[in-house]
């Protein structure tokens, strides 16, 4: 099933496809963030969303390096895309959205979670610390059945009837 969700005018987008993408978000832990260089080209690379900062204003945060090769990429072209990817459960989702670095270190302390010493040894008041927000404008995801039987059952269907199976859900989502 495809729909759509627009927000824009006074609407807001439809509060049950937010929720469920931010189920199928905060269930990867690892997203791909793309950003462009100079030269036009795109670059990916793992960042870890973090979940409890919340997606209720549709904004996701994201801890990096103040001299990173990817915030000199924002700093330049803002534009983003996040890929969030669960196989097992044949969860995917797209997000892209306005990319900007902030240095408030009260924010960053809030935000701030002890496994975070892994990637800075320094603590919250390292001065390389930086976060990216993300402010989302628009999102895909795509939900598909993933148990064995369903794609044995779809398999079947296939073959006896040359008809794909139910593909699952799939919706698009603006928030602005």
Known sequence: MVHSTTAGHGHSPDQGDVKKLWEMMKGVQVAMMTTLDDNGRLNSRPMATLSHAGFEDGTLWFFTRAHSEKVSEIDRHWRVNLAYSN????????????????????????????????????????????????????????????????YAYGYVKAK?????????????????
């Open 160 to 176: 006896l009837t040359g008809q794909s199976p139910d593909p699952g859900d799939n919706a698009k989502i603006a928030f602005q």
């Open 87 to 150: 196989p097992e459960k044949q969860d995917y989702v797209s997000v892209s959205g306005i990319a900007e670095v902030v240095r408030d270190r009260d924010k960053i302390r809030f935000l701030w979670r002890d496994i975070m010493t892994t990637w800075f040894p320094q603590g919250p008041d390292d001065p390389e610390i930086a976060l990216l927000k993300v402010s989302v404008d628009q999102a895909e995801y795509w939900d598909s059945p993933s148990s064995t039987m369903v």
